[in-house]
């Protein structure tokens, strides 16, 4: 059996899924709703010059915000968050607008009265290894 492309695989990985897990083909990892991605680091990054690492965090986020025909506010949010633990593991958790970073933009107006929001996007923000705040939000 062929593995998916590299494209069809990303869309695999990033997809929500109702199941409590997938498996893409079986010489692949197996994501669940905690979803813990490949096997962790090959060396130990336990230490505190691998904090760069950890510091690394992932939101996907979308948000929908619009207003019914019969004046309803119609509202839905889903953000995750992917961190990195201490040895490596890449981990997605569930988690809220709140919790994303005040450098993300779009999901200012979101609950304020009914203006139409729609955002798709993933935020990945870190700090390196010098201690400097980075981050980068696309859009999508």
Known sequence: MNPPDPAQ?????????????FSLHPESETLHRTQAVG????????GPSFDFIRS????QVSI???ESDKGECNRTDFVRHGTYDEIGQYNWRASSLGALPLAFRGEERYGE???EISIRAVFVDWNDHQGRYGFEQVNY
């Open 9 to 21: 695989r990303l869309y695999n990985l990033a997809s929500v899924q109702t199941d409590m897990s």
């Open 64 to 66: 929908r915000q619009s």
């Open 113 to 115: 009265h009914c203006p």
């Open 56 to 59: 690394i965090d992932v939101f």
């Open 39 to 46: 096997g962790g680091a090959d060396i130990d990054i336990s």
